[in-house]
């Protein structure tokens, strides 16, 4: 009898202690996965409420918005007479154009509207924004008209040294019907701790005469969020995957992981690892396939769309002054 209630006793203490050991996996694939992100701290388990008023538990990290790997830039070239590596890209026709300095002397041409004139007809020099206030005037929704028909660029140096963001990710995708918008705090985090983004408002930028150039690894600066990417180039490559039970070779074959989704789920690169499309994507870029549970697929990079949408209730991206995640009280953005 004894033995019977000893073995019973250990499998209730077994039972107790299999989550633990089950989350304590999790945060260390995680904590692999970021190895090349600037990492304040994290990760750790915290309980957090869902955009759908789940409650379950989640990852914390906190990082700052910046890559380890390369430094951001160019974005604005300063001549009509520049070449490509003097600026970033931008997007046109569903593809990404280089921004030199011929990009920019024939903006009157590409829009069909004689308004644009980025430059100075006799000099050859590129309006640019090139300090904080002029950041700070240009990238907002309603430019101020004293920088209409400027290249718009905040630099990195423009945020504060601390500035960071905590994303707060459920361990486990809860999916929802009908998928949510992408731009309710973004699409995700790369595995360089640089947040993924939603959709660019290109038609506000044109509507200003500007162009707001991303880099060549389709990031930009926002004062809000810091340093964030509108589209993924090979800048992002597959890091440590966080998928649980997959082989890494499986997941280095079908492109590698590039990010988390704000809804948990894993984000890999636009293409396979033989450069073929991946099959059967869904409106959010995203399918089970060859042995994966569901993840996305990112967007082509002159897309505008890293994700088509979340299939799944999301977390949260933190803000100054909050500690605890509930995405149910925070209301949609337009």
Not at 40 to 66: A, K, Q, Y
Not at 80 to 97: M, N, P, Q, R
Not at 164 to 174: F, G, K, N, S, W
Not at 228 to 239: E, I, N, Q
């Amino acid at each position: 009898m004894n033995f019977i209630k000893q073995y019973a006793a250990a499998l209730v203490i077994a039972s107790l202690a299999f989550p633990a050991i089950a989350q304590s996996d999790d945060i260390e694939r995680i904590a692999a996965f970021f190895t090349n992100a600037n990492v304040v701290s994290g990760p750790e388990i915290v309980d957090c409420t869902l955009s759908g008023g789940t409650e379950t538990t989640c990852f914390s990290i906190t990082v700052r918005p910046d890559p380890r790997t390369y430094t951001p830039g160019p974005w604005c070239p300063t001549r009509i007479s520049d070449t490509a590596d003097a600026g970033g890209i931008w997007f046109l026709d569903g593809k990404t154009v280089d921004v030199d300095g011929a990009f920019i002397a024939g903006l009157a041409a590409t829009y069909g509207d004689s308004n644009w004139q980025l430059f100075d007809a006799e000099t050859g020099a590129v309006r640019f924004t090139g300090t904080l206030e002029a950041c700070e005037a240009a990238a907002r929704p309603d430019v101020d008209p004293a920088y209409q028909n400027y290249c718009v660029q905040c630099l990195p140096e423009y945020m504060p040294d601390d500035a960071t963001i905590t994303y707060v990710l459920p361990l486990d995708a809860v999916p929802t019907r009908p998928p949510g918008r992408t731009n309710r705090g973004g699409s995700g985090v790369a595995a360089n701790g640089v947040r993924l983004d939603g959709p660019a408002p290109v038609d506000a930028i044109l509507g200003a005469y500007t162009i707001a150039p991303f880099d060549d690894c389709g990031g930009h600066v926002n004062l809000h969020v810091g340093y964030h990417y509108h589209a993924v180039t090979d800048c992002l490559s597959g890091a440590p995957t966080t998928l649980k039970l997959v082989k890494s070779e499986v997941v280095e074959a079908h492109g590698g992981q590039i990010g988390i989704a704000m809804d948990g789920y894993a984000i890999f690169a636009h293409l396979r690892a033989d450069g073929e499309a991946p099959e059967g994507l869904d409106g959010c870029n995203g399918h089970e396939r060859e042995g994966l549970p569901y993840h996305y697929h990112a967007g082509s990079a002159g897309s505008n769309q890293i994700l088509g949408c979340l299939a799944a209730e999301t977390g949260c991206v933190l803000v100054e002054g909050e500690t605890v995640c509930d995405a149910s009280r925070r209301p949609p953005r337009p």
